[in-house]
């Protein structure tokens, strides 16, 4: 099972595991991992599920597309390595992701 590490605003780290196929934002709400809304349940169809992904992640994982790409218009603070976390899909070369949530989604 792969391991996401959530990282908040402050610095604080959680560590938890979930399964393979399962979205970083399933993760992160099956952990009670704050700073992640999901308002729309993992549909695309908003931003509150937006995350920053460590640099060294970020070739791992399947380009944005254009609808990820609209909805992180939405989105406060909006960097480089930002995504939506309900595209990210967890796999084992995934393992020990680290993920940032914002102060604000």
Not at 5 to 20: R, Y
Request: with cysteine; charged share 25%; proline share 4%.
């Amino acid at each position: 099972m792969p391991k996401v590490l959530f990282h908040d605003h402050a610095g604080n780290t959680k560590e938890v595991e979930a399964k393979s196929g399962a979205s970083v934002m399933e993760a992160a709400i099956a952990n009670m991992v704050p700073g992640i809304d999901a308002d729309c349940g993992g549909a695309c169809a908003c931003a509150t599920c937006h995350v920053y992904v460590a640099d060294a992640w970020l070739g791992k994982l399947k380009p944005k597309d254009d609808m990820e790409d609209s909805m992180l218009d939405f989105a406060e603070n909006v960097q480089d390595n930002s995504r939506l976390s309900c595209q990210i899909l967890l796999s084992d070369a995934l393992d020990g992701i680290e993920i940032t949530t914002p102060e604000n989604q």
